[in-house]
């Protein structure tokens, strides 16, 4: 199978990039597959919660590859682990467009997170511009979401690659990162865990359609 390079790109800070980048991360993991993250924002929050990853379960048995670096050197550190990986997760920084567009590049797919708000609406126009250009698929995720609300349905009409699944407002994203895990591993029959298996659904079917064929070929063959 080859390997796909997964960015999560927002202009605006606080939309949520590093808690999607952890969960995502794990949830790939937990499917069995060789997952690598790559930290290039300089506010280092990723990395805080892998060092506490490491101390919970051990360093090089958190699940994941890890490597925390500067946006120009993304180019050669993907390189470097590309024969060894089937998903690689890119923490991309806000406001720096240079190393934004240099994690949007080399992207297969972007997520861009974005709440329910006006200052998340205009910053998202900005980045989606940004991946247009490049000619990069795309897809917005609804975080922090009241579900169901006038306000998202408004926002969600200013998009047309808006992703089915969403991310409800909820306490145990934050709990479970500060504890060097994810809701998948905390509550995995949890609400908050069903939305990051969504999520893993609606994406992997873009990213990995071949997957879905070797499903439905194995229970034709069991069916007969």
């Given at each position: 199978m080859p390997h796909k390079i997964i960015t999560i790109a927002q202009q605006k800070g606080g939309a949520g990039k590093t808690t999607i980048a952890a969960h995502l991360a794990v949830a790939f993991s937990q499917q069995g597959k060789r997952v690598a993250v790559i930290d290039i924002d300089p506010q280092g929050s990723l990395t805080q919660w892998h060092k506490i990853r490491e101390k919970k379960f051990g360093e090089g048995f958190t699940g994941l590859q890890f490597s925390a670096i500067s946006g120009w050197r993304l180019p050669n550190e993907i390189d470097r682990i590309r024969s060894n990986i089937d998903v690689v997760i890119i923490d991309s920084p806000p406001h720096t467009q240079a190393e934004t567009k240099t994690a949007i590049r080399v992207a297969d797919f972007v997520i861009i997170p974005a709440q329910p708000s006006p200052t998340d609406l205009w910053a998202t126009v900005e980045t989606v511009k940004i991946v247009t250009e490049e000619r990069i698929p795309h897809r917005i995720l609804m975080n922090r979401a009241v579900l169901n609300s006038k306000l998202l349905k408004d926002i969600e009409k200013q998009f047309s690659s808006v992703m089915d699944a969403k991310i409800g407002n909820r306490i145990s994203f934050a709990s479970?990162?500060?504890?060097?895990?994810?809701?998948?591993?905390?509550a995995p029959s949890s609400p908050a865990s069903d939305e990051?298996?969504?999520?893993?659904?609606?994406?992997s079917a873009m990213l990995f359609p071949e997957e879905k064929k070797v499903v439905v070929r194995q229970v034709e063959e069991v069916m007969g």
């Open positions: 479970s990162m500060l504890e060097g895990r994810t809701v998948t591993e905390t990051i298996k969504s999520i893993l659904k609606e994406i």
